[in-house]
């Protein structure tokens, strides 16, 4: 059944997107020179949250040199799909250039239950490094939790580190994971000071480029600026209907509304954090990010030097919209053309400067998002949001009625769910749909580990929209159905340090996490998992292929074109259908430059 839908889906989008590639552009071929060399630059360009189908829904809709040129001059797959669980930012920005899911990234989510320290930590804070640039409080940022090498730090390791790696986001996470361990840098906004910033693990001082960037506080001009609606608003509303339906309403941005035109203040009257979190929230800093992005190739000479030199970009700007109006809005539809324009600024300023024949650019993103659950129940589709609290309370009554037969006061069940405080609250440990046993009181009272996950996923069960459930003991065991992608996907994102002892699976269209945002992803269903994958460069033939891919293929393939190492946890798979012939092979004895 899966098989025949995945066949049929494949073939859609492989006629909607040979429709896409209509517009007749030069062929890079005809600026081919004669021998190949290694590109000057690598640019991972990645748009958060930006579902595959958006490249056909609105292609018609694209300029000539955005996703169209990437289109028309790369190789793009169109059955690209991340094959782990969760599907979140920092996971997904782990994998594409590391070639690892979780399981080898040890990047298992955003955000998880340090059982060591008993704290929530992010895949990025750093307690041994300071913030260079952002505000008086805030925390500093490393790759530290990174557990895999990149293809920047092995290009760094394979030319004694005479190649430049850097990455850049408004989110840390965006910048960090991406350009590795061992980059020369990493970028990302501060919403508290309004500045590009960075930490104390790259260097002791931000470089002066950075600070001069920084003086001339580019995002404050940006302040009251008017979003409106790029095309005619008939567009959008023949796409994506009425521009504010009831389900948008959920979740107001301060000082904003959901209905264009949205004027980006924060509710604030000056440029301060309320603003510079506002602005996340809205195209503009995609193009303070582009702008940064050109200053950066300028400054650190980018694609200059003798050697390949590796760029990540990370546009976040798509994922916060995405999270606010859902992926069928006004607004994504509006983010999106937007970002197509973004490109092509950027795509141009790159062949000025260093000549996209020289560089070799792969665009993906780090997940998709599922509709609006309120929006996916009017569609019949059964949405709903499952409340923390439901699960919880299902755990701890499943719980207590097995262990604690004598209905003893006080419970001595009641601790047996880990507990942790943050930010001033005490939160049950159920975070990305893992809940977190709290094992010293199991030893205290003898309580067997598998035993306890068994009766609380099957109480578990019971909440309405829960699908599946999986235990620690099974998944360390490998005892998961063979051929089941729902169960290889948990496997491939479960990190048995960082992990919960059991990892919930809900329907699709069910929402699962506590967020206010009015719509998210996270889940193993197509959605969430179904991204764009183009690489384009002189190494690859340009086209539509629609073999199955994923963004952990990524690594490898661009390692072999690049004849480097491959990181050290790359698990994907060389694209070859793709490779110009030859390209795979290891070029003995081959000059860096031929
Ligand atoms: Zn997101």
Redesign the pocket.
């Known amino acids: 059944m899966k098989l025949m839908r995945r066949g049929q889906r494949s073939l859609t989008r492989l006629f909607l997107a040979v429709s896409l590639l209509t517009v007749s552009l030069p062929h890079p071929a005809a600026q081919r020179v004669e021998t190949r060399s290694k590109p000057r630059l690598v640019l991972l360009l990645v748009v958060?949250?930006f579902r595959y189908d958006y490249l056909e829904r609105f292609g018609d809709l694209f300029g000539p040199g955005g996703f169209r040129r990437l289109l028309q001059h790369g190789a793009s797959w169109v059955d690209a799909n991340y094959d782990y669980v969760p599907t979140y930012?920092a996971p997904g920005h782990a994998a594409m250039l590391t070639g690892a899911p979780p399981a080898g990234t040890g990047i298992v989510a955003n955000e998880w239950i340090e059982r060591e320290t008993n704290t929530q930590v992010t895949s990025v804070t750093d307690s041994s490094v300071k913030s260079l640039g952002g505000g008086l409080n805030e925390v500093g940022y490393s790759p530290r939790r990174l557990l895999a090498s990149t293809v920047g730090d092995e290009m760094r390791l394979a030319t004694n580190d005479r190649s430049k790696v850097i990455g850049i986001s408004l989110k840390p996470r965006s910048a960090i994971l991406p350009a590795g361990r061992h980059a020369n840098g990493a970028y990302w906004f501060s919403t508290q000071s309004g500045s590009m910033t960075s930490s104390t693990y790259y260097f002791k001082e931000l470089p002066n480029w950075v600070s001069d960037f920084n003086r001339a506080r580019p995002a404050d001009k940006y302040f009251g600026a008017k979003w409106e609606h790029l095309l005619p608003t008939s567009e959008y509303i023949r796409r994506a209907g009425p521009d504010t339906p009831v389900w948008e309403n959920l979740d107001h941005i301060v000082g904003d509304t959901n209905a264009f035109p949205h004027i980006i203040t924060g509710g604030a009257r000056a440029p301060g954090p309320a603003f510079y979190t506002a602005l996340d929230y809205s195209p503009f800093s995609n193009d303070l990010l582009v702008e940064f992005t050109k200053q950066t190739l300028v400054n650190e000479k980018l694609g200059q030097g003798g050697e390949t030199d590796v760029l990540t970009l990370s546009l976040s700007a798509n994922?916060y919209v995405g999270?606010h109006f859902g992926p069928y809005s006004h607004e994504v539809m509006d983010v999106t053309l937007r970002v197509d324009r973004q490109i092509a600024t950027l795509l141009d300023f790159i062949d000025n400067r260093i000549g996209l024949q020289n560089t070799l650019v792969v665009f993906t993103a780090d997940h998709g998002a599922a509709p609006i659950p309120e929006h996916a129940s009017v569609m019949g589709l059964d949405g709903r949001r499952i409340r923390f609290s439901e699960i919880l309370d299902a755990a701890n009554s499943a719980i207590s009625a097995r262990y604690n037969r004598g209905k003893k006061t006080p419970d001595p069940t009641a601790d047996y769910i880990f507990t942790y405080d943050y930010e001033g609250r005490r939160r049950g440990g159920l975070i990305n749909a893992n809940l977190y046993f709290n094992l010293k009181a199991l030893e205290r009272d003898g309580i067997n580990l598998d035993e306890i996950e068994q009766v609380t996923g099957e109480a578990i069960l019971r909440v309405p929209g829960i699908a599946r459930y999986f235990t620690r003991a099974q998944l360390l065991r490998g005892a998961v159905p063979a051929g089941d992608p729902i169960a290889r996907r948990v496997l491939n994102g479960f990190y048995s340090t960082r992990s919960g002892d059991l990892v919930i699976i809900q329907e699709p269209f069910k929402y699962l996490t506590e967020s206010a945002d009015a719509a998210?992803?996270g889940t193993g269903y197509s959605y969430d998992t179904h991204v764009p994958l183009v690489i384009m460069g002189q190494d690859f033939q340009p086209g539509i292929y629609s073999q199955s891919a994923t963004p952990t293929d990524i690594a490898a393939t661009i390692a072999a074109a690049l004849r480097i190492q491959a990181p050290s946890n790359s698990i994907g798979r060389i694209l070859l259908e793709a490779l110009v012939p030859g390209k795979e092979k290891a070029g003995v004895g081959r000059s860096s430059r031929q």
Do not use: L
């Open positions: 958060d949250q930012t994922d999270h998210t992803h």
